[in-house]
C-alpha cells in the first residue's frame, strides 16, 4: 500500500481508498519479508495504546523514594514490557527494598488503581486502530498487565477496545516479554499465522519477543530508551523493522497490508 494513498485516507477518514493487494505494478515483484502479507495488528498497551508510562513513574517513584530516597527512573527502561512479577523483583533487587514481590506489588496496584483511570490514549492511536478497522484487519492486545488492572485500565475508553476481537493479558501466560508466548497466543486467537501479523510496541523487550514469534514490528520508541536498543547491531533479525517517534510517522510502504476480507471470519467475537 503506497504511503500517500494510505496517509491521506487515514487523516481524512476517506473510506474510498483501494488497497494494493501486491498483484501487478511496481512492487509485486518484492521479495522475502517485506512481500509477506499483514492480515492482523497485535498491539502492546502501556506506552503504546495508553499513556500510562507517568502514571507508573508517580506509582513506583513513591514506593522507592519512601522506603529508599532512590529515583525510579534509573531503571525505567528495565521494567518496559515486563510483567508484574518480574518488575516487582528488578525494583527490589536494584534497590534493595524491604518489601517481597507480592508486598511491593500489592501497594503498586493500589497506587495505580488510583492513578490508571485518568490515562489517556496515545496521540494519533485511536485513528490508526480506526484505520485497520476500517480495512477489515482484525486486532488484538498483548499487554503485561495483570487481569485486574487491564480492567482499570480499558475502562474508560469503551470506544477504542471495542476495536479489539482479542485481549491477551500477563495473566494468560506464563512467560512475559520478550518471550514470544503472548504474542503467538494473541495470533492463536485471531486465528492468524504468525508471519502475517504486525506488532506495535514502545518497549525493547516487546519487539524482541515479537520477532521471536516471527511476526514484524513496528516501534513507537519510549522517551526512557535509547533508539539503539531497537535495533542492536549483534541481533539483526531482532530489529523493529520501523522505528516511529509518533503514530504520524507510520510508513504504509513497509508493509503489504491485506485487501481480503476473509481473514476477520474466524475474529469477530470481541473480548
Same mark, same amino acid.
Given at each position: 500500500?503506497?504511503?500517500?494513498?494510505?496517509?491521506?485516507?487515514?487523516?481524512?477518514?476517506?473510506?474510498?481508498?483501494?488497497?494494493?493487494?501486491?498483484?501487478?505494478?511496481?512492487?509485486?515483484?518484492?521479495?522475502?519479508?517485506?512481500?509477506?502479507?499483514?492480515?492482523?495488528?497485535?498491539?502492546?498497551?502501556?506506552?503504546?495504546?495508553?499513556?500510562?508510562?507517568?502514571?507508573y513513574l508517580e506509582a513506583e517513584g513513591a514506593i522507592v523514594t519512601r522506603l529508599c530516597g532512590g529515583?525510579?527512573?534509573?531503571?525505567?527502561?528495565?521494567?518496559?514490557?515486563?510483567?508484574?512479577?518480574?518488575?516487582?523483583?528488578?525494583?527490589?533487587?536494584?534497590?534493595?527494598?524491604?518489601?517481597?514481590?507480592?508486598?511491593?506489588?500489592?501497594?503498586?496496584?493500589?497506587?495505580?488503581?488510583?492513578?490508571?483511570?485518568?490515562?489517556?490514549?496515545?496521540?494519533?492511536?485511536?485513528?490508526?486502530?480506526?484505520?485497520?478497522?476500517s480495512r477489515g484487519i482484525p486486532q488484538a492486545v498483548a499487554t503485561s498487565s495483570p487481569r485486574e488492572?487491564?480492567?482499570?485500565?480499558?475502562?474508560?475508553?469503551?470506544?477504542?477496545?471495542?476495536?479489539? /476481537?482479542?485481549?491477551?493479558?500477563?495473566? =494468560?501466560?506464563?512467560?512475559?516479554? %520478550? #518471550?514470544?508466548?503472548?504474542? &503467538?497466543? @494473541?495470533? !492463536?486467537?485471531?486465528?492468524?499465522?504468525?508471519?502475517?501479523?504486525?506488532?506495535?510496541?514502545?518497549?525493547?523487550?516487546?519487539?524482541?519477543?515479537?520477532?521471536?514469534?516471527?511476526?514484524?514490528?513496528? /516501534?513507537?520508541?519510549?522517551?526512557?530508551? =535509547?533508539?539503539?536498543?531497537?535495533? %542492536? #547491531?549483534?541481533?539483526?533479525? &531482532?530489529? @523493529?523493522? !520501523?522505528?516511529?517517534?509518533?503514530?504520524?510517522?507510520?510508513?504504509?510502504?513497509?508493509?503489504?497490508?491485506?485487501?481480503?476480507?476473509?481473514?476477520?471470519?474466524?475474529?469477530?467475537?470481541?473480548?
Amino acid at each position: 500500500m503506497r504511503r500517500d494513498v494510505a496517509g491521506a485516507a487515514l487523516r481524512s477518514g476517506s473510506e474510498s481508498v483501494e488497497l494494493d493487494d501486491g498483484e501487478g505494478g511496481g512492487d509485486s515483484g518484492m521479495r522475502g519479508e517485506e512481500e509477506r502479507e499483514i492480515r492482523a495488528v497485535i498491539w502492546d498497551m502501556d506506552g503504546t495504546l495508553l499513556d500510562t508510562e507517568p502514571l507508573y513513574l508517580e506509582a513506583e517513584g513513591a514506593i522507592v523514594t519512601r522506603l529508599c530516597g532512590g529515583d525510579i527512573r534509573e531503571i525505567t527502561h528495565r521494567l518496559l514490557g515486563t510483567t508484574a512479577t518480574d518488575s516487582a523483583r528488578i525494583v527490589i533487587d536494584h534497590f534493595r527494598l524491604p518489601l517481597t514481590p507480592e508486598e511491593y506489588l500489592e501497594e503498586r496496584f493500589e497506587r495505580l488503581s488510583e492513578l490508571c483511570p485518568r490515562a489517556k490514549t496515545m496521540p494519533g492511536v485511536e485513528r490508526l486502530v480506526e484505520f485497520f478497522s476500517s480495512r477489515g484487519i482484525p486486532q488484538a492486545v498483548a499487554t503485561s498487565s495483570p487481569r485486574e488492572l487491564l480492567r482499570i485500565k480499558r475502562e474508560p475508553h469503551p470506544a477504542l477496545f471495542a476495536h479489539f /476481537a482479542a485481549i491477551v493479558c500477563g495473566d =494468560d501466560v506464563v512467560r512475559g516479554k %520478550p #518471550d514470544p508466548e503472548i504474542f &503467538l497466543l @494473541a495470533a !492463536q486467537r485471531l486465528h492468524i499465522a504468525p508471519e502475517h501479523c504486525l506488532v506495535f510496541e514502545d518497549a525493547p523487550a516487546g519487539v524482541r519477543g515479537a520477532k521471536l514469534a516471527g511476526m514484524r514490528a513496528v /516501534a513507537l520508541v519510549n522517551e526512557h530508551v =535509547d533508539r539503539r536498543a531497537y535495533a %542492536p #547491531d549483534f541481533q539483526q533479525e &531482532l530489529h @523493529a523493522d !520501523q522505528l516511529l517517534s509518533t503514530f504520524a510517522d507510520f510508513d504504509f510502504d513497509m508493509f503489504h497490508l491485506t485487501t481480503s476480507a476473509s481473514c476477520t471470519s474466524k475474529a469477530t467475537a470481541r473480548t
